[in-house]
């Protein structure tokens, strides 16, 4: 089968071809699995992570991606829940410990990093952690959903944002501009503010509702109950506290932070930016629950992500986009 592997770590500034596309077994369902004929996979900020060595596989060389949707190929003798041909997908999460707390478990096993994941023509994951595709999306609406969308979920609740209050989004990318939708069909009568870097970013913060779009060192309108910051550097936490009212959380939905700028730390100041039991949580990867609830949600609210596509062969040059900045919505590998 065709698939794009990762054989080292290496900056994407320096080389920007780390996948290369190879002819890689076909893998076989052990117990409790099945087999996915992969049709495409989503593209995320943590394969960045992962190439450039925030977030280490275990092993090389292997298969990355992991918002993955496709057809059932073949059973395990002991697989249940599925038949062949299903539409299914696969998240992040690719086995742990089955409770509420398998996200934070020392068992948790990452899709496209500790195993093979989607950016190939084939994949194998257990039963328990494949999920049936709600049919009102096309499988490139799919699979944003099964990170972007069900992190940014995770974030969202993890904020406790109670109808009516005033939610900033800092940094607009894939998990963000769903979160925004998220927000207007759960907390109808709460105003989003979005802060981004790029120009195009806020103008499509904008032309999707929100409330106000700027620069993440401008200052907010008003200050806001809660914050969620999906950006992989620092001064954006600096510049979210700052905006938060007395009690405010800040929800940081990053797998790693970049050093590059590590030094805005220096500028926290305890009365402005922590003071008035201002709130710090950290999301740390996604559970099955998330994806069992969030993926029917997602199809009563009419959420839909803005998708870029490209072909498998061009995955570098889509994580070099992605790296670059100025994203519009979601990216995904065209791969069946």
């Known amino acids: 089968m065709r698939a794009m592997i990762l054989r080292q770590v290496s900056s994407l500034s320096e080389n920007q071809q780390p996948l290369e596309l190879v002819d890689w077994p076909k893998p076989e369902p052990a117990a409790g699995e099945i087999r996915v004929r992969v049709s495409v996979c989503g593209v995320c900020h943590t394969e960045l992570d992962e190439i450039e060595g925030r977030t280490i596989p275990p092993r090389f060389p292997v298969v990355l991606g992991h918002q993955v949707v496709g057809r059932v190929d073949a059973l395990a003798p002991d697989a249940t829940g599925f038949g062949e041909g299903d539409r299914v997908g696969v998240g992040w999460i690719h086995s742990s410990s089955g409770d509420d707390r398998e996200n934070l478990s020392d068992a948790f ?16 994951v257990p039963t328990a952690y494949a999920y049936p595709i709600p049919s009102c ?3 490139h609406e799919a699979a944003p959903l099964l990170c972007a969308g069900a992190i940014g979920y995770r974030a969202l609740r993890l904020t406790g944002l109670v109808d009516g209050e005033w939610l900033g989004l800092m940094g607009f990318g894939g998990s963000a501009h769903l979160v925004l939708q998220m927000v207007q069909s759960q907390f109808p009568r709460s105003q989003v503010f979005v802060f981004a870097r790029d120009p195009s ?4 913060a904008r032309s999707l509702g929100a409330a106000w779009a700027g620069d993440i060192h401008e200052p907010a309108p008003q200050q806001l109950h809660a914050v969620i910051d999906t950006t992989p550097v620092w001064s954006p936490v600096v510049a979210s506290l700052a905006r938060l009212r007395p009690g405010g959380r800040l929800v940081i939905n990053a797998i790693r932070k970049q050093d590059a700028d590590k030094s805005a730390l220096l500028d926290l100041n305890y009365h402005d930016h922590l003071w008035m039991e201002r709130e710090i949580k950290t999301v740390a990867n996604i559970s099955g629950r998330d994806l069992r609830e969030f993926l029917p949600l997602a199809a009563e609210a009419g ?4 998708v870029t596509s490209f072909p498998l062969e061009a ?3 889509a994580l070099l986009e992605l790296k670059q900045g100025g994203i519009r919505g979601a990216k995904v590998l065209t791969i069946e």
Do not use: L
Request: with cysteine; net charge negative; aromatic share 14%.
């Open 315 to 317: 995955a570098n040059q």
């Open 137 to 139: 999306f096309q499988d």
């Open 109 to 124: 096993c990452a899709t496209g990093r500790d195993v093979d994941g989607g950016y190939a023509e084939y994949m194998t």
């Open 201 to 204: 970013e806020r103008e499509f």
């Open 303 to 306: 959420i839909r992500p803005h």
